[in-house]
């Protein structure tokens, strides 16, 4: 129940002059909504996964489709593990560090974040091995490979100045979609509740969660209803016609997907090369999102004004709106691979990925502050509420398959000197389907299906790699990687309500590296990646109608590139 009075005449009404006035039929997006549920572009980023495994694959480029005696291959290429010849145990170590700008804007809380993980841990044990049969050795592979990193940060400040000399031009805010969605979804007090009447208690837990922040602007008092309960008309309250405002946001990503394979590889004759893999997969991912709003009032001493020029009695300061999604679940997959050498040097290989299936428990929580400037003694108050945590879990989980993939990779292997190796992958992202929706979703599985099929296409990537050794203990290897983007239309999602944070589209990676054999069983190999993500450009809001039609409210576009470093090392041991 709100703590404040809020004096609702018709007087009153007439002279605020609310930003907007009642709307229905309207759609809503931007970075700052609709975190609720998953939506197709949420499911697909999930699917992208990156080459990590042991710095001496990360140093090439992750170019070992056609390679192997590596603990990688049995999450790019199982087959590899038929090229070992005795068993191995090794560890890497990984610092991931990622960097973000946001173009034409200020940083605010930070853009960098970093956390230690470890991009490969396993063991190969050479469980067969004859020179008498065709088969000549079969090779055990139990090991973990991180095939996702989300972590990363960007935050920033853009601010929409006021012109006195044009006062029809209002800046915006998010409280005018938090108006437009209050009436939209037909929200009303709870007229049971103590205190109940036309700005009365609105109880967030019997409302759907795509809602739940216009509640909360509700209970920080940046809405009033200038209707009756059973017919409210919501209205901006506490921010005058002619503030500026201050927008800044701070966007904290965390968490990673981690393959957990079982491999046979099995080598005939020195010649061919054989491999299957079980991945089980653990996905954690972890998003919070910082939305604040800093009113200001340049022209007035300020104080904000309402439409007919008069002094506010009481006005915002500042909202700040949090909200925090957490992801947690698995998948499993199946792959399967070869690889032949028709030459001494030469090596092609060819792995299949199935889909994986995923199920995953996704949560959802919001809680808000507002400070209240009372202009008459100059006090400011904080109000705010919190949401309960919704949660898709068990039943209503999102369950979901992956795109298949499948790999080629050929390699030329000169003596003891050099190595080059490419590879290409196609991952049909048209192909991804959605298996199970939580209950009362906006969108069936079939609806999903028919995004997948029209907005998205296969993607092609090329990964190159190679390692010269100019002693016989030192190996220098340099690689790089490129991924072209899985949208059919890359603008199609900039103005689109059904998504919600940027989209990565793209990405290209440069590699670098160096290995040592610091004894005759143990290798130390380092490498470091430069990678570079496209993502789509993003509003922070907007609303527009639903049949198409210009925006009614919006924030305007927002630029953010987002730049990844990947330090490995890895510590080997052959016995």
């Keep these: 129940m709100k703590s404040m009075k809020i004096v609702a005449l018709c007087a009153a009404f007439v002279a605020a002059a ?6 229905t039929g309207l759609e809503f997006g931007g970075s700052v909504l609709n975190h609720d549920m998953l939506w197709a572009t949420d499911l697909a980023q999930l699917s992208q996964t990156h080459v990590f ?18 603990l990688s291959s049995m999450s790019l290429n199982p087959a590899g593990l038929g090229m070992y010849r005795r068993n191995e145990i090794s560890l890497t170590p990984l610092v991931p560090m990622a960097k973000a700008s946001t173009a034409g804007t200020a940083s605010w809380k930070g853009n960098s974040k970093s956390q230690f993980a470890f991009a490969n841990v396993g063991v190969a044990l050479n469980v067969f091995e004859s020179s008498r049969s065709s088969l000549t ?39 005018d979609i938090f108006s437009q969605q209050m009436n939209n979804f037909g929200v009303r007090p709870d007229r049971e509740a103590e205190g109940g009447g036309p700005n009365g208690p609105v109880p967030v837990d019997a409302w759907n969660p795509n809602v739940w922040p216009a509640i909360l602007a509700y ?4 809405l009033g209803n200038y209707g009756t309960v059973k017919d409210p008309i919501w209205a901006v309250e506490r921010i005058g016609r002619n503030a500026s405002v201050l927008h800044s946001m701070d966007v904290v990503n965390s968490g990673s997907i981690n393959e957990f394979t079982i491999s046979m590889g099995g080598n005939i004759n020195n010649i061919l090369y054989f491999g299957a893999s079980i991945g089980i997969q653990s996905v954690h991912k972890k998003l919070g999102v910082t939305y604040q709003e800093e009113y200001g009032y340049f022209n007035t001493d300020g104080i904000g004004h309402d439409g007919s020029g008069n002094a ?22 199946f792959k ?37 400037r009372n202009n008459a003694d100059n006090k400011v108050a904080t109000v705010g509420n919190a949401t309960p945590r919704a949660n898709n879990s068990g039943g209503n ?41 939580p209950q009362y979703n906006y969108f069936s ?39 072209d983007s899985m949208l059919k239309e890359r603008d199609f999602y900039v103005n689109d309500a059904y998504t919600s944070m940027p989209t990565t589209y793209e990405s290209y990676y440069f590699s670098a590296g160096a290995g040592v054999n610091l004894g005759r069983n143990t290798t130390l190999d380092l490498a470091y990646q430069y990678v570079t993500n496209k993502q789509t450009q993003y509003q922070l809001f907007f609303s527009r109608p639903e049949n198409g039609g210009d925006m009614e409210t919006w924030s305007g576009l927002y630029d953010t590139s987002l730049k990844r470093h990947y330090l490995a090392a890895t510590l080997s041991f052959r016995f």
């Design 53 to 70: 495994g042991t710095a001496r694959v990360m140093g090439m480029g992750g170019a070992f489709t056609s390679l192997g005696a590596d």
């Design 312 to 333: 506010l009695a009481e006005q915002l300061d500042v909202m700040n709106l949090y909200q925090e999604m957490e992801m947690n679940g698995s998948g499993v997959n």
């Design 397 to 437: 989980s999102w369950d979901f398959t992956s795109p298949a993939r499948l790999m080629f990779g050929a390699s030329y292997t000169f003596g003891t000197f050099a190595i080059v190796s490419i590879d290409y992958e196609r991952d049909w992202y048209n192909g991804i389907r959605v298996k199970n929706v």
């Design 336 to 372: 399967l691979g070869f690889t032949a050498r028709p030459l001494t040097g030469l090596r092609v290989g060819v792995a299949f990925h199935t889909p994986t299936y995923y199920s995953l428990d996704y949560s959802y929580r919001a809680d808000i502050f507002s400070d209240i």
């Design 219 to 222: 209970d920080a008092y940046m």
């Design 18 to 23: 609310p930003l907007q006035a009642q709307n």
């Design 445 to 483: 599985e079939e609806d999903y299906k028919a995004e997948f099929k029209h907005n998205f296409q296969g993607t092609n990537s090329i990964r190159a790699g190679v390692e010269v050794k100019p002693l016989p203990i030192l190996a220098l290897r340099v690689g790089g990687g490129y991924t």
């Design 137 to 175: 050795s079969l090779t055990l592979g139990i090991g973990m490979n991180r095939i996702a990193d989300f972590n990363s940060r960007y935050s920033f400040s853009s601010e929409s100045r006021y012109d006195p000399d044009r006062p029809d031009r209002l800046m915006p805010t998010i409280a």
